[in-house]
């Protein structure tokens, strides 16, 4: 047994792979279904060396043709005693490429080649130690050359590794297990760690060594050889069938709109609707931005009145997501179906999606459905309703390494800083029912929250930073009068991945400008308050 919590093994990676050409020399990830697999093709990509995952189920032939000049055999949740334990085809272990096992790929090459993998007694959880323990020291394994002696490193195993296939050595140890082994005539290293994830000391490295001094790699891999290879890849799938793309102005539709387009050009066509929930001005200045500066073939459809008629009078928020799911759907939907009618449109047989990694692994996560928090909007859904196939040019991506292609491909910094926006938009951040006027009230309150970040110049160091309308009236006073108004909450928030969130402690003056503004500017507000919580336990948005 390996990792606690993971995914299926799935065959997502099979379009990366077609992507992979055999000149990258890139290095072929082995899935075992592990939590990590898609970090590790990750680590690999941040030295410039191609990644692509394919299923451990891989044919061997798929495999050599895509010419690797190394292969990964991924961590996983089974244990290689498991009546259906994920397994390669043992070739791949003399086809004399490098190979790198980690966690459960240490301990299938272990079973695999004839050594003894055994149940532990206690489960190795969390940091351990590691004792680089070899004759000839650390200098003489290629994997550990350069690093210390003693490391902190990352487990997650149930199994172990208790004797050694033939032509293998220890190099390493914890206090209760053999760490890594190495067949160096062979070119097989095998971590019972993990090396890609941040908590190992010096894990970078080790990937390093084995990619440069084992495999001798090259670095050849770019942000521009990810856009070509794309670019290159969706022009052989679409044939001349033409896209759809529902355009929302944030980074990961518009980078995944921009991608198709350069496969695509005209064909493609961006369908940018106004549910009326968006930011102040952000239809009108997002469309521009679209035409004009990336030169994009948009339709804006102004369909705010459509969601407004949806959330007369509901209150409650799943129902409010669900309701402007299925609005966007049907509005979606009508559109396709106009581009289709019409005389100078071909065959639609795509939808594009700025999906990106971590919507796939929650997607298929073990803890499954059962475990929804918010009903989650984007275009989900709409594959059902519509015979199109999907193209998600970003799916193996984290948010990071989208910006980056972003940048790449030249879009406005504006877009690549922008701060993330959810489906249902300001529906979600306005208490109880939605009114035009209290819509109203949200984006001029939004607005000035927005502009104070901005110019205290935190607007990029933070997440998001948005304002919330209550349904809490309060007492106050105004000139002479009692007032008895609206409230503004200010939530602003620190994140990597919106999986957790801190809070942020905005500098008081920043805080005062931004509550003096709202209660000057905004009419019918008379407090404002400051959201102190993290997540968890609550939530980024208030919804
Ligand atoms: P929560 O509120 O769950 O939000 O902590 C996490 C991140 O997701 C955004 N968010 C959404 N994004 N559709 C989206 O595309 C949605 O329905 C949705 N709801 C929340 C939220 O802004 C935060 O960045």
Redesign the pocket.
Known sequence: MAETAARPVTERGQEQGGRMKAELGGVVVLDFGGQYTQLIARRIREQQVFSAILPCTAPVEEIQKLEPAGIVLSGGPSSVYDADAPKCDPQVLALGIPVLGICYGMQWITHTLGGKVERAERREYGRAQLKVDCEGGSESSALFAGVPTALRVWNSHGDHVRSLPEGFRTIGKTENAIAAVENPKQKIYAVEFHPEVNHTERGRELLKNFLFRVCQAEPKWSGAAFIEETVQSIHAKVGNKWAICALSGGVDSTVAAVLVHRAMENRLTNIFVNTGLLRKNEFENTLEMLRARLKLHVIGVDASERFLAQLKGITDPEEK?RRIGREFIAVFAEEAQKLQAGEAHGEIGYLVQGTLYPDVIESVSVKGPSAT??T???VGGLPEKMPFALIEPLRDLFKDEVRRMGKELGLPAEVLVKH?????GLA?RLLGEVTRTQLVTLQEADAIVVEEIRSAGLYEKVW?AFAVLLPVRSVGVMGDGRTYGLTVAVRVVESDD?MT?DWVKLPGEVLERISTRIVNEVPGVTRVVYDVSS?PPS???WE
């Open positions: 997501r928090i918010k989650h909007h984007n993330p926006f959810p489906g249902p979600v998001q919106a969130a997540k939530t980024i948005e």
